[in-house]
């Protein structure tokens, strides 16, 4: 049995879409919200009078690629009017958006279509650029974590720092300032991303920790 759990963010998001997509895009966006809700499979599909098989593919993509997931795959039709966009779609999604003077730190399909279009003119819908990103061996998953393995080198030297200063306040020559309880956060938080190749690793420290 599938469920989808969603944040606020992406209920937010899914409610947009199931309001202003056109068709069965915004049904499939509300399956996902009953989802989150916590309907079953089942009783998702007897609200739209469709298939069980139906229900799990929309929740499965959705987990999968997100809201771009719960559009129409491309059908066949003729050739694309430009025999290099494949190219150049690859070749584009292999470097970081920053080199070509963008914020993202990652591609989305709707940020390489709006960027190809102005930038080489080459004029793309979302489903386009997603088959040729398929097609190259682009996929689109989340980043693995990778915990170092070993201790900070400079550990010895950091605590060191601190008995230093403590010492200092202790005769009087600096002041140590105590806050309450806060959480370091050392697991970035990860979203997927389009990747090629073996999956991308982010290098964590190890652990989130709290500290009085």
């Known amino acids: ?22 068709g069965r895009v915004a049904l499939r966006a509300h399956m996902v919200l009953l989802s989150g809700r916590g ?5 998702i599909a007897r609200v739209h009078a469709c298939g069980v098989d139906v229900v799990r593919t929309w929740l499965y993509r959705y987990e999968e690629q997100g809201v771009e997931g719960l559009e129409d795959e491309p059908r066949s ?3 694309p009017n430009d025999p290099l966009a494949g190219n150049i ?3 584009q999604a292999s470097q970081s958006p920053r080199n070509s003077g963008l914020v993202q730190g990652c591609w989305t399909v709707a940020l390489l279509a709006a960027f190809l279009a102005a930038r080489f003119g080459l004029v793309l819908s979302r489903a ?3 088959r040729y990103l398929r097609l190259s061996g682009w996929r689109w998953r989340r980043p ?3 915990p170092a393995r070993k201790h900070d080198p400079e550990a010895m030297q950091k605590l060191a720092g601190l008995e230093r200063a403590r010492e200092l306040a202790t005769r009087g020559l600096a002041h140590l300032l105590y806050f309450d309880e806060c959480d370091l956060h050392l697991m970035p938080v990860v979203r997927s991303m389009w990747m ?10 190890g652990k989130n920790r709290r500290h009085a």
């Open 1 to 22: 049995m599938i469920r989808v759990q969603l944040t606020e963010e992406q209920r937010a998001k899914l409610s947009q879409v199931s309001r202003q997509a056109v």
């Open 39 to 43: 309907y079953s499979v089942p009783e």
């Open 77 to 79: 039709g003729r050739p």
């Open 89 to 91: 779609i690859d070749a």
């Open 128 to 130: 386009s650029v997603r």
């Open 144 to 146: 693995r974590l990778d």
């Open 196 to 205: 090629k190749g073996p999956r991308v690793r982010v290098p964590t420290l």
